[in-house]
């Protein structure tokens, strides 16, 4: 069959049969993407290339909706920051416009009953990931990979499980968000977390199937989905009033909001480890890093941070991950997204013309990184939240912010890669 196999049993992504016409886009989008073919890692992006619209993110928001309309429960929603510079797109404003206020005042007007910015999870994934990334490298426990990607860790799982050691143990921030609104959060408001929903707001169809990993998570829905519930309920967006994201978990870093383009995790987590080892700000670079930014599906560098010097790579698409396997070894930190441009380009995102797609994507890290240098806080360190977050919570109650991974798939000897071997036996 000329097209990608979707199971019955995939959380992230369904075929309306009926719309189909077995054109083959999809296959050719998954061979070019992540070079293999029906064997999903839910990345999503045949959804966008998709010329009918017969695939679709597995819809979740009527739960969401039901949920709101059941005055039992605390129903509270993250945004993911990639959302925010692509809602637009469905409501007539220049691509990449960055409306995050605009997209808060939606959410309060749909009847959410909290509307969090999910940088305060990225900060925490920050936080984490920065002080893991020191640690390993003083025991040359090297490279590390990023962990944010949940189709990028089920790559790894599938297809070269012997590197699982060298993923990052760190939650996405996603999880990491869940779990803080299951715990922190419920306790600083005293709700039951049982009677809380949590909604994750995400560019992503991946993301569905990392929450049945999580489970703090309630739901996830993805910017096409809410711009569904947005019509469906008849709010005029384009007229909606600017409104703040709510305290506790609300505003995060400049650093937790580059997270939704390709190489903001890499830049943002430099920016930490810097401070941490050094006790002062970073150099002006670590704020303008232009060996990594773009949407280049391979960038490098290296780094000084003082106490030792890093090569980092940065990736997106995982076809640039087989690509480049066997030189993978000689970095100390590699960021890897399974979407081109990041999260920006996610398989959850609005549908635009498929030819201009790139110009979409373009225009949306564009204004990402505007926002980031108007904010005061670009450091994760720095957020006030954050600090509080770890002073009266955290580090007294012990929330699991890490994980660990399972290999999904039966190999032979030959099968199984590492990039470990020669690191190991020094």
């Not at 199937?209 to 967006?237: A, C, Q, S």
Request: aromatic share 10%; glycine share 6%; proline share 4%.
């Amino acid at each position: 069959m000329n097209r990608v196999e979707v199971k019955n049993e995939n959380v992230c992504l369904k075929r309306i049969e009926e719309k189909c016409i077995n054109c083959g886009m999809c296959l050719k989008t998954c061979k070019q993407n992540n070079d293999f073919e029906n064997d999903c890692i839910n990345c999503g992006q045949c959804i966008l290339t998709c010329p009918t619209g017969a695939l679709v993110p597995n819809y979740d928001y009527h739960k969401v909706l039901n949920y709101i309309k059941d005055t039992d429960y605390t129903v509270v929603v993250f945004v993911a920051p990639a959302v925010r510079v692509a809602i637009g797109d469905a409501f007539g404003f220049e691509p990449g416009s960055f409306l995050e206020e605009k997209l808060v005042s939606a959410l309060k007007e749909i009847g959410f009953d909290y509307v969090f910015d999910a940088t305060f999870g990225a900060d925490l994934t920050i936080m984490e990931e920065a002080n893991e990334l020191i640690e390993r490298k003083r025991q040359n426990k090297v490279p590390m990979f990023t962990s944010c990607c949940p189709s990028w860790v089920l790559y790894a799982e599938k297809y070269y499980p012997n590197i699982l050691n060298n993923i990052s143990t760190c939650k996405s921030p996603i999880a990491m968000q869940g779990a803080m609104i299951k715990t922190y959060f419920a306790d600083m408001y005293s709700i039951d977390k049982d009677k809380i929903k949590a909604v994750s707001l995400t560019p992503c169809i991946s993301k569905k199937y990392e929450r049945t990993l999580y489970p703090d998570t309630d739901i996830v829905i993805t910017t096409n989905e809410l711009i569904l519930m947005i019509k469906e309920l008849g709010i005029n967006f384009n007229e909606l009033e600017n409104k703040k994201f709510d305290k506790l978990l609300g505003k995060g870093s400049g650093g937790g909001l580059i997270f939704g383009v390709s190489g903001g995790v890499m830049e943002s987590i430099l920016r930490t480890a810097y401070y941490m080892i050094n006790k002062e700000k970073a150099p002006a670079k670590f704020y303008s890093f232009n060996e990594i930014r773009g949407e280049h599906d391979f960038k490098e560098a290296e780094v000084d941070l003082k106490e030792f010097k890093i090569k980092i790579a940065v990736i997106s698409k995982l076809t640039n991950v087989k690509k480049n396997f066997a030189k993978l070894k000689s970095y100390d930190f590699i960021e890897v997204m399974s979407c081109p441009g990041g999260c920006i380009g996610g398989g959850g995102q609005p549908l635009v013309s498929i030819k201009d797609l790139p110009e979409f994507r373009k225009k949306r890290i564009e204004n990402m990184y505007v926002d980031d240098s108007k904010l005061l806080i670009k450091e994760s360190y720095m957020n006030p939240e954050i600090q509080d977050a770890y002073d009266y919570y955290i580090n007294k109650k012990n929330v699991e912010l890490h994980t660990k991974y399972i290999v999904t798939k039966n190999f032979t000897n030959n099968d199984k890669i590492s990039i470990m071997d020669d690191r190991e036996e020094k």
